[in-house]
């Protein structure tokens, strides 16, 4: 078959690859209903990540089942199903925890921009709905294996709660949903901090009450305008610079909560200046597979619909093409098609 693979920076190819087998007796073999691009894959792209050899590129996927691995008990041939970015067997303390990316046997799951997978741990990872849904629902359920789950967490991290006041640090996808699972849990009010008009209409969409164009000091000082000198009380910081975590804590009232769920780059800390402001962090790589049955019912009850996010579709042979939209910003998320 073909599949993304990433050679150096900015130099990603659509190119032959090993057809996925089943290794372990716990393996699923998945026919993907469609892929995407997401915006952790840019920072290897963009070359902060080094790449020592060719990468298969991709961890967001749901489609069809093919093939299962002899020791597989809860998923069969024919579901249609939806999984995370870190295969889990779901069974280990931190599982039961509920922090499945920290599994005691966690196994990465890559190579997904292709139209075929292979997912460790099947019955841990994968979580099948009841009947396969309409190609409509599609990219909202690719959504939930990666930017709505981590938009989840952010949300929940940051300890939001009714009535809440939320500030969303990343106009990205997955900052974008972050907004629309804080509209979910009840926050009251929620600002999103964005410079790109197509951006700030769909946070709108999703829920957001207001919109800060500003960053650094001058973003902290508006949002301390709007909070009446307070800040916030939860905030989530969707971006991994060391800009936007000061910019997300400074945010944040004295007993407040910071959720940082970008991948952090070059990020570093004070522990006197936190020692003192009172606010709490707590993040990490979100435990999607946690939140994946509540999700998959709000998107087929029509709660939600993070598909939204995906503003450019592409056949998967134009990959290359999704990832200078993305880089260049011309796309939030490319979505693309597999068939």
């Not at 944040?252 to 006197?272: E, I, K, N, Q, W």
Request: net charge neutral.
């Amino acid at each position: 078959m073909q599949g993304a693979v990433l050679h150096g920076p900015r130099d990603v190819r659509y190119e032959d690859r090993a057809e996925p087998t089943i290794v372990e007796p716990t393996d699923a073999l998945i026919s993907l209903s469609a892929t995407c691009i997401c915006g952790s894959d840019l920072w290897p792209y963009r070359g902060f990540n080094p790449v020592t050899a060719p990468a298969p590129m991709g961890h967001e996927y749901c489609g069809i089942v093919e093939d299962v691995g002899r020791d597989v008990r809860s998923i069969r041939r024919g579901q249609f199903v939806v999984g995370s970015f870190f295969a889990s067997d779901n069974t280990c303390p931190h599982c039961h925890a509920g922090f499945q990316t920290s599994c005691q046997h966690r196994q990465p799951v890559v190579g997904a921009q292709a139209p075929r997978l292979r997912v460790p741990l099947a019955d841990g990872t994968l979580v099948p709905t009841d009947d396969v849904p309409h190609a409509d629902v599609v990219p909202s359920m690719l959504a939930l294996s990666d930017v709505m789950g981590t938009g989840w967490f952010a949300a929940d991290a940051a300890n939001v709660r009714p009535g809440a006041t939320v500030v969303v640090v990343g106009d990205g996808a997955v900052g974008l949903l972050a907004a629309l699972s804080a509209k979910q849990l009840g926050a009251a009010r929620i600002i999103v901090m964005s410079r790109h008009d197509s951006r700030q209409r769909l946070a709108r969409e999703f829920g957001a009450t207001d919109i800060v164009a500003e960053r650094g000091d001058e973003g902290v000082e508006r949002i301390k305008e709007l909070t009446r000198g307070v800040g916030a009380d939860s905030v989530l910081e969707c971006v991994g610079t060391q800009e936007s975590m000061m910019q997300a804590i400074s945010s944040t009232r004295p007993g407040g909560s910071v959720a940082y769920v970008g991948v952090p780059h070059g990020v570093s800390l004070d522990g006197a200046d936190l020692f003192f402001r009172h606010v709490r962090l707590f993040g990490g790589p979100a435990p999607v597979r946690r939140y994946l049955p509540r999700l998959i019912d709000l998107v087929l009850n029509g709660t939600i619909n993070p598909g939204k996010v995906f503003d450019l579709t592409l056949p998967l042979a134009s990959v290359a093409e999704g990832y200078r939209a993305m880089d260049e910003r011309r796309a939030i998320k490319t979505m693309l098609r597999v068939a």
